[in-house]
């Protein structure tokens, strides 16, 4: 399996993510590239500082995203939400490789995922049953207020639901001081170790 991380600028967490990857998995073809990366910056010293403390050498230079390492790539794993959106929008036709890190080796959210489309869909069928049922008994502006009204505790439930999710993004330590970076390199190997154990098992 060929994997693609991907970051802003590909010098601080993809980077990580490859190098780790590559440590665990030595003969996994892994590569990492940036939405705003600059072509063959070096990586972050603290992001090496961090990685070398680990005992893995981080040596990768930048690059941007393209379509021709989308094509090659038969996972692109982004480290937050925002990345994924902006691929999504920009490189459409391989969406269906796109993923967020921890969402790809998250189980946990499957089945609040599940409940909360059920949700989505009785607050949809039970709001436009109450505007079938009362449009012509009152106004717009009064049927707005009624609406809210009926639908309150629902809606309270959906929102619940929603604040229980995960959050799928690994934090930018960039600007931070090593610290900062060895907190998130943490983040990222937890992860990656999930994600080698997931590649294990499909072998």
């Excluded at 009624?146 to 600007?175: H, M, R, T, V």
């Amino acid at each position: 399996m060929k994997i693609l991380f991907i970051c802003t600028g590909n010098t601080c967490r993809s980077p990580m993510a490859e190098a780790l990857l590559k440590d665990r998995i030595p003969e996994a073809e892994v590569q990492s590239a940036g939405i705003f990366a600059v072509k063959n910056q070096r990586p972050n010293d603290h992001a090496v500082e961090a990685l070398k403390r680990e005992g893995v050498t981080l040596t990768a230079k930048s690059q941007p995203v393209t379509a021709k390492l989308l094509h090659w790539a038969d996972l692109v794993l982004t480290m937050t939400t925002q990345h994924k959106q902006s691929l999504i929008m920009e490189y459409p036709d391989f969406q269906e490789k796109y993923y967020t890190l921890k969402e790809y080796v998250s189980h946990a959210d499957k089945k609040i995922w599940n409940e909360l489309k059920q949700q989505y869909a009785d607050y949809e069928e039970k709001r436009s049953q109450y505007i079938q049922k009362n449009q012509h008994k009152m106004d717009n502006h009064k049927l707005e207020q009624e609406l809210k009204k009926y639908l309150q505790n629902d809606w309270e439930n959906i929102q619940k639901l929603e604040a229980s999710l995960i959050n799928y993004d690994i934090s930018d330590p960039f600007g931070g001081d090593l610290g900062i970076y060895q907190k998130t390199l943490g983040e990222i190997k937890k992860h990656i170790d999930e994600l080698a154990r997931k590649i294990d098992r499909s072998q």
